[in-house]
Every structure is written in C-alpha cells, then in structure tokens.
C-alpha cells in the first residue's frame, strides 16, 4: 500500500523534475497552481500525524478535551484568510521575510526573519519525524525506527532536490485525498456500527465502561483540570489561532498561485477540506474509545508530554498511574495499539489497518517535504541570496544553493531526529506554534498596517517573541514536570504579549522615517496587487 | 509590467478610491477578527471557569460544551462565506485601480 503511495508520487517527481529548473519553478511552482489545487495542498501540508493519529488519540482518551485541538486548528485558517494570504501574495516573492523586509529594509530584519522561520520549521521537522520512529515502533515492530526515519527522510529529500514545490505540492495533494478519504469512511463505519444511529453513537461516548463505572466523554475537564485548567485552554488556544498565521510552510504555499484572489480561494478550499477532516477526529475517536474500548488503546495515546516525562523519569510513571486511576482512566497497555489503525482494524479489518498506517506515514512524508522547502527557502533566499550575496548571483547559483540548502536541512533533520527519538514530541510542536504566534505573527501585522512601525521595532518583536516563547518552554511543566517555573504548558498567553510589546517599545523608541516613507508604497501594493510578482 | 515610479505611490495611497476600498476591506475584516477571536476564546474560558454549566446535556446525550464546540466549526464557515461574498466586491476594486494606473504609465511613458 505504501509502496503503491511511493511509486505514484516517484513518478510525479520524475515528470516535476523539468519544470524545477529555475528558482521560481523550485520554489514557487512558476505561480502556476491553481486555487483548489493549492487549496487541498495547504490541507495537506497542515494535517500532520500528530494530528491524525494524535488528535485521534485524545479524544479517544480525554474526549472533548482533544476536540479542542481540532476546533483551534479551524478556526485558525480566518487569521490567515483575513490577515495573512492576501497581502502576502501581493508583496512577498518566496519568503515572509520578503514582505517583512519590503518596508523594514535591512540585513538585519531579513536575517532575523529568517533565523525565525529556520527555528520554526526544524522544530516542526523534528517534531514529524520524530513521529516516523514512534508509528514504526507500533504499526511495523519488525523494522528499525532508526530504519524508518532515514527512509523517509530519503524519500523526502528525494522530492524536495528533484520535484520542487511541484512534487512537494503534488505529494501534499495526494496525501490529503488520502487523508480525507480515509477519515470519511472510517467515521462512515464507526456510524455504522451504531445502525447510522447519531444517538445511539452519542450515548455510547456519554457512557464509556472505564474500570466497571461508565465514563462521559462528551464532558469537558477530562485532560485540562483543576485550577489553571482554564489558563492552559485559553493560553493553548491563543497560540493554536494566532500560530498558524506565522507557520513558514503554510505561508510559502500562498507564493505558488497566481494571485491575491487565488491565494483567497485556496484558503477557502482548505477550510472546507480541514474543518470536513477536522469534524470526522471526532467520529474516529469516539469511536475508537466506544468500539475498541479504552483499555486496548496503547500507552502512546498519552498526551505526548506524558510520555516524553515518562521517558525521562520512569520512576514517576506508578504515581502517574496512580493518579489516572484515580481521575476515572484505565492505565493503558504497552503492547497495545493506537486509536487510528485499531479502530480500523476492528472494523474493516488487517487490509484496513495497513491502508491506515500507509496513510499515516504517506501524511508525514507530505508534511517533511513542505517543511524542508521553507526552511531551504529562507536560508537560500534570504540569508544567501539577500545577505550573503547581496541580490547577486545568477539562476545557476540560486538553484544549487536552494538543493544544497535542502540537503542540509534533510539530512540535519534525519540526524537531530534520531538523536532525540523519544523525546517530547508535543513539546517541539507546541514550541513551533508558540514561536510563530509571538514572533512571526505581531511583526507581519504590524509591518502591514502600522505606518510608523520601524526595523528596530521588527527585530524586537522577533527577538522578544522567539526568545520569550523558548524560555517560557524551557521552564514549563513539559519540560520540568513538578520542579517547573512556569505553570503554564503553552506560553503562549504570556509570549504573545511579549513579542507584540516589544515590536511596540522598540518602534517608539526609534524613529525610523525611511520605513515610514515605504508604508504607502506597501499599502497600495498589499491592497492592490499593482506591481505584485508573476 | 510597466514600472511605477517612486513618488506614484504616495499619491496613489492618497486617492479616494484606494481610501474607499481599504475602508471598506477594513470594515469587514477587522470586526470580523475581533468576533471570530472572541468567539473562539469564549470556548476555553467557558469551558474552564463553568465546567459544570457546559456539561450539562443539551441535545440528546451531546453536553453543552461539544455544541459550542461544532458551532465553531458552523461560525468558521459562515464568516468565510461571508468574506468571499465580500471580496468579490474588493477585487473589482483594485482591478479597476491596477488597470488605471497601468494605463497612465503607459501614457506617460509615450
């Protein structure tokens, strides 16, 4: 199944491989996607296995409490609908850092910019591959996880050196057809199971048989409790909406249509297709908790943080125990199974498994590609081309560098990924989201519509709301468990704040009128399109 | 693409009909930000501060808190259908202002 996956797309990167022979055609796919194309890539470039399998996960354990993900990671797009893809399209040419930099000119922006977007997307990176070793290690136990990440991330450099965005966009749209198709019949047969009844499904998730008494899995307060419960939902959910506008690989997409309206409508296709895939996590973790029953559902449907602190204190792992049983939850089994591929296997059977788990490994090699492109992007374009070299160099350097660049960043992320197997997952996505929201997210907002907003008040922000968001992390609970500083596990309720106010303070405390002067120039163009790049 | 000379902008950014449409872009997008922002957060706060409340029942076995929770999905949709109602109207507008402008510097480079 997998391999029909690989070969398919093998062959798609052959036939991209021409059209890849100039920068615009690497990066930018000449501009030629169309809306709904573009549309189902961003879904499948967004819809990562930690969702698919995660999310699935949570909410088969903590119910509601995992649905909020889903409801964060929709909502999110009406940022980058009304804030974000339009103007970036108009203004920018490959990167974020073009439309940050268009009025804030300066080495300094454009390198901090793009120190920023590297961060955040070898955090990503990591995070997916890490992801590869988890899956291999349940759904395929004969093969090495070390195996499995070097094959991926083979498989993905292989995409990204000779496809381009073409083959990286081609992947991304397979995978979410995929994805989708997946999802719908699965949530199809989980109704079915039920005699397409909603009620009798919804009964039996009010009603989960845990440890003899019945468990609602329909009621909040399961996974975030107690007092800073609400502080953690609201910091979690500020991060989650604000976020996305800021991820690099979900910007880059909106350089490959051919303009503003496209870029619009491709968002709105991906909204559709995300909130359709969004909608079924619940069937498919309900289910997998009212079919499959809690108690078969593997030790890796812990939170991703409870199993990273496990890993490092296995010696907290009886009182966490403990402590779950106490909450009303079944301790789970180590030799038993994710949510996704169980539930699956419970109702279509061993061919069904295998289609779930080609699926899952399918959607993170979709997400590594595109990831791997922005990273390649911004070193190659902004810190090579506009910093290095000064804007000079002809077509043949810029194509070296860019593959160059990829091949760093892919083999960088297969080596960082099998040294840090095992380590905390959701640890390195929430970080990537916490980054982009209090760091890439105020700049882009403020560059737009904020006439005095100065470079010095662009490299602040970037630096205050990277900085802010890693320490905070660093001192979280994810990360120090009991001994942590900060109570918080996203900080994104405090980072935010950070990095919106030092963009603020550092624009007041110098004047910079030649940044000024171009705001008119930016607000014609991001508004217009006059003058935007084809 | 005929090239726009620097001082065009400022005078182009001063016109009314680029001051109508970025009103009118304003006009929708910032209040639609500041309600879809609101109704979002208003899910975690009222699921953290009033978790009794938001488990009760309400449709069938589906408790209080999951309905919110679906109707984002509905509030999503609906506030981009609106948008792309809305932007048809935006994208006549700056077409009709790209045209202009090309067309001016194209005359004046004759």
């Not at chain 1, 080495?107 to 990176?125: D, E, M, P, Q, W």
């Not at chain 2, 620097?6 to 500041?34: C, D, K, N, Q, Y």
Request: charged content about 10%; overall charge positive; aromatic content about 10%.
């Amino acid at each position: 199944m997998f391999a029909v996956f690989v070969g398919i797309t093998l062959i798609v990167t052959y036939w991209a491989s021409g059209q890849s022979a100039t920068s615009r055609g690497f990066y930018a796919a000449h501009r030629r996607i169309g809306a709904l194309q573009n549309g189902w890539a961003i879904a499948g470039d967004y819809v990562s296995a930690a969702t698919f399998l995660g999310i699935t996960g949570l909410i088969a354990f903590y119910g509601f409490d995992g649905f909020m993900y889903s409801v964060g990671w929709l909502v999110a797009y009406l940022a980058v609908l009304f804030l974000v893809a339009e103007p970036l399209r108009n203004t920018g040419k490959y990167t974020m850092a073009d439309l940050i930099s268009f009025r804030l000119r300066g080495r300094t922006v454009r390198a901090v910019a793009a120190i920023s977007t590297i961060a955040i997307t070898l955090f990503y990176l990591i995070a997916q591959m890490v992801g590869v070793s988890a899956l291999v290690n349940v759904l395929l136990p004969r093969f090495g996880d070390i195996a499995a990440i070097v094959v991926v991330g083979v498989l993905m450099l292989v995409y990204v050196l000779f496809g381009g965005m073409l083959a990286t966009t081609w992947v991304q749209v397979i995978k979410a057809i995929l994805l989708l198709f997946t999802s719908i019949a699965l949530s199809l047969l989980v109704v079915a199971h039920f005699h397409f009844s909603l009620g009798d499904f919804l009964h039996a998730a009010a009603a989960v048989p845990v440890n003899g008494t019945a468990t609602n899995l329909l009621r909040p307060g399961l996974l975030f409790h107690g007092a800073l419960g609400a502080w953690n939902l609201v910091s979690l959910g500020l991060a989650l909406v604000l976020g996305t506008a800021g991820l690099p690989h979900i910007l880059m997409r909106f350089f490959t249509v051919s303009s503003a309206k496209a870029a619009r409508t491709s968002v709105a296709w991906a909204m559709v297709l995300i909130g359709i895939f969004y909608l079924t996590t619940s069937f498919m973790g309900l289910g997998a908790a009212t079919i499959v029953g809690k108690e078969h559902i593997g030790r890796r449907l812990y939170a991703g943080q409870a199993i990273g602190y496990i890993a490092r204190h296995p010696e907290a792992e009886a009182p966490l125990n403990a402590q779950l049983i106490r909450n009303g939850f079944i301790v789970p089994k180590p030799d038993s199974n994710l949510a996704a591929p169980l539930l699956a296997g419970n109702l279509g059977g061993s061919l069904l498994t295998a289609f779930v788990s080609a699926v899952a490994f399918a959607t993170i090699l979709a997400v590594v590609a595109g990831l791997t492109l922005a990273a390649s992007s911004a070193f190659a374009h902004d810190i090579w081309f506009s910093l290095v070299r000064d804007g000079r160099g002809d077509e043949t350097e810029y194509l070296f560098v860019a593959r160059a660049t990829a091949f760093v960043v892919g083999a960088l992320a297969i080596v960082l990924s099998i040294a840090l197997r095992g380590f905390n997952v959701a640890f390195l996505v929430g970080l990537a989201f916490a980054v982009a929201a209090s760091a890439n997210v105020p700049v882009i907002l403020l560059a737009l519509a904020w006439r005095r907003f100065s470079r010095s008040g662009a490299i602040a922000g970037m630096v205050c709301g990277l900085v802010s968001s890693l320490v905070l992390i660093a001192i979280s609970p994810v990360f120090l468990g009991a001994r942590a500083i900060f109570p918080l596990d996203n900080p994104g309720i405090v980072s935010i704040p950070i990095g919106l106010a030092g963009a603020i303070l550092g624009t007041l405390l110098i004047r910079d009128r030649e940044s000024e002067a171009m705001f008119d120039q930016l607000h014609v163009r991001a508004t217009t399109g006059l003058g935007a790049e084809v | 693409m005929p090239q726009i000379e620097r001082g065009r902008w400022e005078s182009l950014a001063a016109e009314p009909e680029f001051r109508a449409l970025v009103r009118s872009r304003r006009r929708f997008v910032v209040p639609a930000t500041i309600f879809f922002i609101a109704y979002y957060l208003a899910l975690p706060i009222s699921v953290g501060v009033f978790p009794q409340v938001m488990s009760r029942p309400v449709l069938g076995p589906l408790t209080l808190a999951y309905a919110f929770a679906l109707s984002q999905f509905a509030m999503a949709w609906i506030l981009l259908a609106l948008y792309l109602q809305r932007a048809r109207s935006f994208d006549v507008r700056a077409a009709r202002i790209r045209r202009q402008e090309t067309h001016e510097v194209l005359d004046a480079q004759q």
